[in-house]
């Protein structure tokens, strides 16, 4: 396969043969669970993260955009981001090179290892070695993650409109109370005004009483 690289070493985009079809980002956070819950690759340490792999993927996904979640592998602190020989520091081909390791078979003992113990489904017996294959395998088997995501995502966007609603609420309810507080200022402000015309005109008037022979 020939493949094309971004500025920090990932291989990524002009994919050939069927790998170059436009494939969906699927999102299982189950998966990714799954995923943290393995050991890390390389290292020893405890606080897992799963790496989204950019190789072989069939989006071409660059930085800013994340692979599916089912091609996620389990990485420390320390090779993940943090150490000298971190992932994100040399890049993921000279990572995997540097630990002679092949992404693509990770990814698919991952795929394997979580149908059988999620679903006790063992594909031993049966030569599946793709990895587009095993997605479908995987996303058949778990109810197709696509529209549970899909739900999560319309009660998030539900929840944030209510939030929404109940701010511009709570504003029109201040901008309220404000005009009327400054509405009952004006009132006050002219009855003192009368109120001190009215006492003038009297002393005005007193004073001129007054001074009648």
Same mark, same amino acid.
């Given at each position: 396969?020939?493949?094309?690289?971004?500025?920090?070493?990932?291989e990524y985009g002009a994919l050939q043969g069927s790998l170059a079809?436009?494939?969906?980002?699927?999102?299982?956070?189950?998966?990714?669970?799954?995923?943290?819950?393995?050991?890390?690759?390389?290292?020893?340490?405890?606080?897992?993260?799963?790496?989204?792999?950019?190789?072989?993927?069939?989006?071409?996904?660059?930085?800013?955009?994340?692979?599916?979640?089912?091609?996620?592998?389990?990485?420390?602190?320390?090779?993940?981001?943090?150490?000298?020989?971190?992932?994100?520091?040399?890049?993921?081909?000279?990572?995997?090179?540097?630990?002679?390791?092949?992404?693509?078979?990770?990814?698919?003992?991952?795929?394997?290892?979580?149908?059988?113990?999620?679903?006790?489904?063992?594909?031993?017996?049966?030569?599946?070695?793709?990895?587009?294959?095993?997605?479908?395998?995987?996303?058949?088997?778990?109810?197709?993650?696509?529209?549970?995501?899909?739900?999560?995502?319309?009660? @998030?966007?539900?929840?944030?409109?209510?939030?929404?609603?109940? !701010? =511009? $609420?709570? +504003?029109?309810?201040? %901008?309220?109370?404000? /005009?009327?507080?400054?509405? @009952?200022?004006?009132?006050?402000?002219?009855?003192?005004?009368? !109120? =001190? $015309?009215? +006492?003038?005109?009297? %002393?005005?008037?007193? /004073?001129?009483?007054?001074?009648?022979?």
């Amino acid at each position: 396969m020939d493949y094309s690289y971004d500025q920090y070493g990932n291989e990524y985009g002009a994919l050939q043969g069927s790998l170059a079809k436009k494939k969906h980002l699927y999102r299982n956070s189950s998966y990714l669970e799954f995923v943290r819950s393995k050991p890390c690759l390389i290292g020893k340490g405890k606080s897992i993260s799963a790496h989204h792999v950019r190789m072989l993927d069939p989006n071409g996904c660059g930085v800013s955009t994340k692979p599916s979640d089912y091609r996620a592998v389990p990485l420390c602190n320390e090779f993940h981001t943090h150490g000298s020989m971190a992932l994100h520091r040399i890049g993921e081909k000279r990572f995997w090179d540097r630990f002679n390791l092949d992404p693509e078979k990770v990814i698919i003992n991952l795929l394997k290892e979580y149908l059988l113990e999620k679903y006790q489904i063992s594909l031993i017996t049966r030569e599946l070695e793709d990895i587009e294959e095993l997605i479908e395998e995987v996303r058949t088997d778990s109810g197709v993650d696509e529209k549970r995501e899909q739900r999560r995502e319309e009660a @998030k966007k539900k929840a944030s409109d209510h939030r929404k609603k109940q !701010y =511009q $609420k709570q +504003k029109k309810k201040h %901008k309220e109370s404000a /005009q009327f507080s400054q509405m @009952k200022e004006q009132r006050r402000k002219k009855q003192r005004e009368l !109120y =001190q $015309k009215k +006492k003038n005109f009297q %002393k005005r008037k007193n /004073q001129a009483g007054t001074l009648q022979p």
